[in-house]
């Protein structure tokens, strides 16, 4: 916000409470979450190196966290990525450089700000055209929020409770 201000570009702008915004959003995490679930059953070496990182890097910070708390992480990265890479940098750009350009540029560094592996910088990148997509469908800032929000945090809940039983299960029997 504060770099928003500093450059003269009111990333908030396209921000209103608005229950259609709110439904899109709804759906727009809908359909990220079936390419995820999709994704995740593929037989890929690269899907399964994201599944490792992920393993090794957030379960040990996650894992304790109640619902209520990953709920809370998903909506606090959800207003502030989608305010940073829709709200002000593609704002921008899309000012300097036109809306196509924007939209590759903001996903693009959206994606590299999510190095969890290359694979995952790909997916995120395309994450980030597709709330690119939503917000300009809406011309609400909220949609993107919301479904940034929504998808993180069921995807969240997948993969630290239904992997934890899945692990705890097969401790269990070996």
Request: a neutral charge.
């Amino acid at each position: 916000m504060l770099i928003g201000v500093v450059l003269g570009h009111n990333a908030w702008c396209d921000f209103r409470f608005d229950a259609e915004a709110v439904l899109v959003g709804f759906g727009g995490a809908a359909a990220m979450l079936l390419v995820f679930g999709s994704a995740w059953r593929l037989p890929f070496e690269s899907i399964r190196r994201i599944e490792a990182k992920i393993e090794a890097a957030l379960r040990p910070l996650l894992e304790t966290c109640t619902a209520g708390q990953l709920a809370l992480l998903s909506i606090a990265a959800g207003f502030g990525e989608e305010l940073l890479f829709r709200g002000l940098i593609q704002g921008m750009l899309n000012e300097a450089t036109g809306y196509y350009t924007a939209v590759l540029l903001s996903a693009l560094l959206f994606g590299l700000a999510h190095p969890i592996t290359p694979a995952y910088v790909v997916f995120a990148s395309v994450m980030g055209v597709f709330l690119s997509w939503t917000w300009q469908l809406s011309g609400n800032l909220l949609t993107p929020i919301v479904a940034h929000s929504a998808y993180d945090f069921v995807a969240l809940l997948f993969l630290l409770r239904t992997r934890r039983s899945f692990h705890s299960t097969n401790h269990l029997q070996g």
